[in-house]
């Protein structure tokens, strides 16, 4: 029992940046994807479409500043805390990154259309942005009550 | 689970925005082959499936009346290789509108209650149609409110008309169930289906460009 709980430690410790990759993975593959169909139909703006593609890269780095954040010596007292703390804060990054992906890959699509929006089409994915940060900031803010081990 | 959905997602961002509304498209803005082009992004068995939907509703493939049973069993087999409801759906529906259309040309040629037994066609609907042969509507309005539409038109002889009022219909309908389906292959069979429909628009314009042209020779002949 004791070894699971230490597993489930080591587990939230790198959940948040393995999360946050496999949701920056996706969503930037969509965007990305997005980007270049939308380099196929225009012949300008190809910088911007890349730009906006890269938007759900940052929850990776997120991920990464938590995981250090929640690093140190696992044991018994503080596994459960960092189980938790990493695998849902992970878990938030993760799904606003896939879904912010969308969000980019439909601003692409539409500011091909429409070049005079593209700025209000990427608001949808900073506020997508934004629940992710709340997720970042609320893990750094909760680890400080898990014991330094 | 990556692969097809950015697939899927790099097509609809290369493909051209249709209009909002069917009747502002003033030209095509992809021809057969630019739209081929871009379809050949799909997996193979994606482009079958797309083939086999638009072969099934394609306008040019409509049957007669005669043809009716052929039509509802090679249906019933396309819909058997379909593993998507939302697809499903989009057959059907298209399926119980011509039906509805062939109800209604066929009325007109028969149209006492004995020989209402004999209409073929697909989907629940039929038995509602055979059973009310001799109502406008069929009692179809509360699920069809534009029957009524329709059948005024075709005995008014109005075919541009009706011909609008059911290009209009699928257009609204295929926008309608198109919403929440914006980067997945749904999204792909909307796009070609409302393409069809522009094209079909735009042939019609092309007929009478070509009648008025073949007119003004005429014209010019006699002169």
Redesign the interface.
């Known amino acids: 029992m004791n070894d699971f709980l230490l597993i489930f430690g080591w587990v939230g410790l790198y959940a948040p940046m393995a999360l946050g990759a496999v949701g920056s ?2 969503g930037c ?10 380099m ?2 225009t012949d300008s703006g190809y910088g911007r479409y890349v730009g906006v593609s890269a938007m759900p890269s940052s929850q990776v780095i997120y991920g990464i500043v938590v995981m250090f954040t929640l690093n140190r010596p696992v044991t018994l007292e503080v596994a459960p805390g960092l189980f938790g703390i990493g695998v849902l804060s992970g878990l938030a990054l993760m799904f606003s990154a896939i879904y912010q992906g ?1 969000c980019c ?2 601003a ?2 539409a500011s ?2 429409k070049p005079e929006i593209f700025g209000l089409s990427v608001a949808p994915a900073a506020i997508v942005e934004g629940f992710a940060v709340f997720a970042f900031i609320f893990a750094l803010v909760i680890s400080t009550n898990i014991p330094q081990g | ?2 692969g097809p ?3 899927y ?9 249709h209009a909002l509304s069917l009747w502002d498209v003033q030209n095509k803005s992809l021809s057969r082959v630019q739209l081929d082009r ?1 379809l050949s992004l799909l997996r193979d068995e994606d482009k079958q499936t797309l083939n086999n939907i638009e072969a099934a509703l394609h306008w040019a493939k409509m049957p007669s009346i005669k043809q009716a049973q052929l039509a509802a069993k090679n249906a019933d087999q396309l819909l058997s290789t379909l593993d998507n409801y939302f697809l499903e759906d989009v057959v059907i529906w298209r399926l119980q509108i011509r039906t509805i259309m062939a109800a209604i040309r066929y009325r007109k040629l028969k149209p006492s209650l004995k020989e209402a037994a004999e209409f073929q066609g697909y989907g629940e609907v039929v038995s509602r149609i055979k059973k009310n042969w001799q109502t406008e509507d069929f009692t179809l309005n509360n699920r069809f409110p534009w029957v009524k539409e329709a059948n005024q038109l075709f005995n008014a002889n109005e075919t541009v008309a009706l011909e609008k009022l059911l290009l209009n219909l699928s257009w609204q309908h295929y926008e309608k169930i198109g919403q929440g389906h ?2 997945d292959f749904e999204a792909v069979i909307i796009y070609v289906l409302r393409w069809d429909i522009i094209n079909r628009w735009a042939k019609n314009d092309e007929q009478k460009a070509m009648q008025q042209f073949e007119l003004l020779v005429e014209q010019a002949l006699i002169i």
Request: aromatic content about 6%; hydrophobic content about 60%; proline content about 5%.
């Open positions: 993975i996706m593959a969509v965007a990305g994807q997005a980007a270049i169909g939308a196929l139909d969308q890959a439909s692409i699509q091909k259309a | 689970m990556i959905q950015t697939d997602a790099m097509l609809i961002a290369s493909l051209p925005p871009h914006y980067f």
